[in-house]
């Protein structure tokens, strides 16, 4: 017999919030110091609730990582919808993407912060390929995009294509990324808690597009 409705959207709605409230603990406390324990607290549920539904810590880190990154793309595409990438330019596709990081930058740095601990966390935890499924389709959503792009560049010649694709994508948007996340977290040079470098994140931006444009 197959669950019912209600059943569903009751575990949905439990797994949101375990979810949530990993998230906003990872957050504050980073995640190698927060416990299985702390999270089933915060999400009002028992310990073994808790590892019923994530096996690990391991697990659970992926989860969130992968339903926050969800969240976010699906928020950009509100904006301009993957879908229309066959009615810009590659090189108006590759700006707003390179905006899409300013904006994390400037409105949500909870995400970049925690993403670049959860690089940090899931290599030293050595997890495994089944492990990262989850993590490897966000992925894929992210690089769909990319390989969308690049390949419209083939067509329309708006940016180069003479560079691998894959270290195109490293060169390019990765390091624009991997910039606001340092810039997110403040751990650049001189840097100071309350200052605001969008200006110099929007010059590095100006940099990468005057190199793709060859």
Known sequence: ????????????????RILDAAYDIFVEKKIEAVSMNEIADAAG????????????????????????WKEILDELDEIRPVRTVGDISAIDRFTFTLDGY???????????????????????????????????????????RFHLMYEKAKEDHTFRTDIPED?????????????CAHYAGGFIWGSQADRDYTPELLRQKEMILSYIKG
Do not use: P, W
Not at 5 to 10: A, C, G, L, P, V
Not at 52 to 61: F, H, N
Not at 104 to 111: A, E, T
Not at 113 to 132: G, P, V
């Open 1 to 16: 017999m197959g669950k019912s409705e209600k059943q569903i959207k009751k575990e949905n709605d439990r797994l949101k």
């Open 45 to 68: 549920i028992g310990r073994a609730t808790l590892f019923r539904c994530y096996a690990s810590k391991a697990d659970l880190v992926i989860a969130v990582n992968a339903a926050k």
């Open 102 to 144: 300013i904006y994390l930058y400037r409105n949500r740095k909870d995400i970049l912060q925690f993403n670049d601990n959860f690089n940090h966390y899931i290599t030293h935890e050595c997890c495994d390929d089944k492990q990262l499924e989850v993590f490897y389709d966000a992925l894929y959503s992210v690089d769909m």
């Open 167 to 179: 270290e195109f994508f490293r060169a390019t948007l990765h390091l624009m990324m991997a910039s």
